[in-house]
């Protein structure tokens, strides 16, 4: 729970001014051609096709009218889409994104820690897990914060948070108490 909170008050540190702003802005800025404004798009277009128009929000009328546009190659955010349509039905669309922001933000730097207690098990400092995804996991908030420009596609961040408990399953079957053996090989088909 510690950790959790020492992720959530970051979280809020390292994106200060959002939250002065929570419902009328969204974090970025003209420098990267406005990225962020697609984020915000996608998650009215999804709300827009599937709640009023009883569409799907695969396709679109609104852009390359009058023939329309297939989204299927398009940068979606389902995860955020859906996760923020009970947000964005209570707010608004700003809102709902800043708050999937976070959430995503929040749970990457608790699931870098997970992963990291759980590679310093063996070893007698577990005490020093919280401090890896704070350093290191914030990394990319901090030139995010200064450039201006949400970082990549937010749904990496789940990844993030799949492989931390996705390595504890893979690593420790059949590997207790030994160090687990390579899994490429030679041409000649001996281990490495």
């Not at 994106?15 to 915000?40: I, N």
């Amino acid at each position: 729970m510690a950790a959790l909170t020492l992720f959530s008050f970051l979280t809020l540190a390292l994106t200060y001014p959002l939250v002065t702003h929570l419902t009328t802005h969204v974090p970025g800025s003209a420098t990267w051609a406005f990225d962020e404004y697609t984020f915000l798009w996608s998650a009215w277009w999804f709300k827009t096709a599937a709640l009023d128009l009883h569409s799907s929000p695969l396709h679109t009328h609104l852009l390359f009218y009058p023939l329309g546009l297939d989204l299927i190659l398009y940068t979606y955010n389902f995860f955020h889409a859906v996760l923020g349509l009970p947000l964005q039905l209570a707010g608004n669309v700003p809102l709902a994104s800043n708050l999937m922001l976070w959430f995503a933000t929040l749970l990457s730097g608790y699931g870098a820690f997970l992963l990291t207690r759980w590679l310093l098990r063996p070893t007698d400092k577990r005490q020093a897990a919280p401090l890896l995804p704070s350093a290191a996991g914030r990394a990319d908030l901090r030139v995010w914060r200064q450039s201006g420009h949400l970082p990549g596609p937010r749904s990496l961040q789940h990844r993030q948070r799949a492989m931390a408990a996705l390595c504890p399953a893979l690593f420790s079957q059949g590997c207790a108490g030994r160090r687990p053996r390579r899994l490429a090989r030679s041409r000649a088909g001996r281990p490495l």
